[in-house]
Nanobody, 115 residues
Framework: QVRLEESGGGLVQPGGSLRLSCAAS????????MAWYRQGPGMQREWVAT???????AYADSVKGRFAIYRDNVKDTMWLEMTSLKSEDTAVYYC?????????WGQGTQVTVSS
């Protein structure tokens, strides 16, 4: 089992940038596919980006070109660099680790984009 802890959320103006971090509790993060999800007010949780264990990355169309996902398996940490933020990016952002049929979630970090 792996525990995940997100950080870096906060209030940012439209057009601004923010970097989220996800720290894993164990030193085997390289074995997991890592992903970011988000859940906006009154909305279902949606997938944002994935950094697979083999290195492949994928992004939702809504964030492509604005967000970048990174992972460091030595530091057991994953990041989400968010730029050109919009009000519709306001959500609680969650990181997820997947290995086989097992998913592990963090507690989430709030991102609010508002002037």
């Amino acid at each position: 089992q792996v525990r995940l802890e997100e950080s870096g959320g906060g209030l940012v103006q439209p057009g601004g940038s923010l970097r989220l971090s996800c720290a894993a509790s164990r030193s085997a993060m390289s074995l997991y596919s890592m992903a970011w999800y988000r859940q906006g007010p009154g909305m279902q949780r949606e997938w944002v980006a994935t950094a697979a264990s083999g290195g492949a990355k994928a992004y939702a169309d809504s964030v492509k070109g604005r967000f970048a996902i990174y992972r460091d398996n030595v530091k057991d940490t994953m990041w989400l660099e968010m730029t050109s933020l919009k009000s519709e990016d306001t959500a609680v952002y969650y990181c997820k680790a997947t290995r086989g049929r097992n998913d592990y979630w963090g507690q989430g970090t709030q991102v609010t984009v508002s002037s």
